[in-house]
């Protein structure tokens, strides 16, 4: 494999947290940048539009007063998500307030866009795209992403149906740049089980729902402490692409989790009121919370995972 680009280097642990719609914000960002490892969130997540200029704004300083506080453990960079897909109209405002912070990095999810990837290029941020299959990933590369993030069965939100160890061994036989594995990571032996199968980093979503900065609701949190992988539902009903979810939000909704209807994929919304409003009754979430345990501040969750990595390696001598 090629050797990570500078941005991706020296992290406390080999993990960039994933953006969740809603739930991440500029308060739970600086707090998984500061405790070692890559924080992002959806551009998206700022409503209405103007207010992502201040957020952006309040992440950078609180990663820059970190820094100046602990020069011998600065922060980790912190990532922003773009939606590419045409339903979103916000885009061309988002990605010129990211030229105006210089954001390191660049999530792109549904949809790969040459010109998104060299605008990003031009202020010196690298892009790492989200795939559910090995197409996908050809098709980012050749439109001039940096790395993929693999998708894979298990995943909190929009997942894929591929197992880990198979999607990662397609796309290493020919990539060997930035490649990241999603999918029910919520241990530190995850963490190194993704990069014994090839990937460089784990992508974590799910078991930062339950922390203190996560802008969830309290019963939100408490249910993904009560659940398991048995508990999650794969559906594309809500936003018309396939994703999992928390059997006890549908349920709540007044809705049979096992017999849920199909939806019409055209009908795809991530801009708009509707899909804001089926991620904030019908709460996303992947197979890896058995291992969450408590409503922890972000900290000690990737102290933990960090304590769970070195035992890891220590057990296989690695």
Same mark, same amino acid.
């Given at each position: 494999?090629?050797?990570?680009?500078?941005? #991706?280097?020296?992290?406390?642990?080999?993990?960039?947290?994933?953006?969740?719609?809603?739930?991440?914000?500029?308060?739970l960002?600086?707090?998984?940048?500061?405790?070692?490892?890559?924080?992002?969130?959806?551009?998206?997540?700022?409503r209405?539009?103007?207010?992502?200029?201040?957020?952006?704004?309040?992440?950078t300083?609180?990663?820059?007063?970190?820094?100046?506080?602990?020069?011998? $453990?600065?922060?980790?960079?912190?990532?922003?998500?773009?939606?590419?897909?045409?339903?979103?109209?916000?885009?061309?405002?988002?990605?010129?307030?990211?030229?105006?912070?210089?954001?390191?990095?660049?999530i792109?999810?549904?949809?790969?866009?040459?010109?998104?990837?060299?605008?990003?290029?031009?202020?010196?941020?690298?892009? #790492?795209?989200?795939?559910?299959?090995?197409?996908?990933?050809?098709?980012?590369?050749?439109?001039?992403?940096?790395?993929?993030?693999?998708?894979?069965?298990?995943?909190?939100?929009?997942?894929?149906?591929?197992?880990?160890?198979?999607?990662?061994?397609?796309?290493?036989?020919?990539?060997?740049?930035?490649?990241?594995?999603?999918?029910?990571i919520g241990?530190?032996?995850?963490?190194?089980?993704?990069?014994?199968?090839?990937?460089?980093?784990?992508?974590?979503?799910?078991?930062?729902?339950?922390?203190?900065? +996560?802008?969830?609701?309290?019963?939100?949190?408490?249910?993904?402490? +009560?659940?398991?992988s048995?508990?999650?539902?794969?559906?594309?009903?809500?936003?018309?692409?396939?994703g999992?979810?928390? $059997?006890?939000?549908? #349920?709540?909704?007044?809705?049979?989790?096992?017999?849920?209807?199909e939806s019409?994929?055209?009908?795809?919304?991530?801009?708009?009121?509707?899909?804001?409003?089926?991620?904030?009754?019908?709460?996303g979430?992947?197979?890896g919370?058995?291992?969450v345990?408590?409503?922890?501040?972000?900290s000690?969750?990737?102290? $933990?995972?960090?304590?769970?990595?070195?035992?890891? @390696?220590? @057990? #296989?001598?690695?």
């Open positions: 494999m090629m050797a990570l680009p500078p941005i #991706l280097r020296g992290l406390r642990l080999p993990v960039v947290a994933s953006p969740m719609f809603i739930l991440s914000t500029p308060k960002v600086i707090a998984q940048c500061t405790s070692g490892v890559v924080g992002s969130m959806p551009a998206l997540n700022a209405p539009a103007e207010l992502l200029d201040e957020w952006l704004a309040e992440i300083e609180g990663i820059a007063a970190h820094n100046r506080a602990h020069p011998d $453990r600065p922060a980790a960079p912190y990532a922003i998500n773009q939606i590419v897909h045409k339903s979103n109209d916000r885009l061309e405002h988002d990605m010129a307030v990211c030229a105006k912070y210089k954001v390191p990095i660049v792109t999810s549904l949809g790969a866009r040459e010109d998104i990837n060299q605008a990003v290029h031009a202020w010196g941020g690298i892009v #790492l795209h989200d795939v559910i299959n090995n197409t996908f990933a050809h098709k980012a590369i050749d439109k001039g992403a940096d790395g993929l993030i693999a998708v894979a069965t298990g995943a909190g939100g929009h997942a894929g149906v591929k197992n880990p160890i198979a999607l990662i061994a397609e796309i290493r036989e020919w990539f060997q740049g930035p490649l990241l594995l999603s999918g029910a241990t530190g032996d995850g963490i190194l089980a993704a990069q014994a199968m090839g990937a460089d980093l784990a992508y974590i979503g799910s078991a930062f729902i339950a922390t203190e900065e +996560a802008r969830a609701a309290q019963d939100y949190k408490d249910m993904v402490v +009560a659940s398991t048995d508990d999650i539902v794969y559906t594309n009903l809500f936003t018309g692409v396939h999992n979810y928390l $059997r006890g939000s549908i #349920l709540k909704a007044g809705l049979d989790p096992d017999h849920l209807p019409d994929p055209s009908k795809m919304n991530f801009g708009g009121n509707a899909a804001a409003k089926a991620w904030k009754d019908i709460w979430c992947g197979q919370i058995g291992a345990k408590a409503v922890l501040p972000t000690q969750l990737v102290a $933990r995972l960090a304590a769970e990595y070195a035992a890891a @390696r220590q @057990r #296989l001598a690695v």
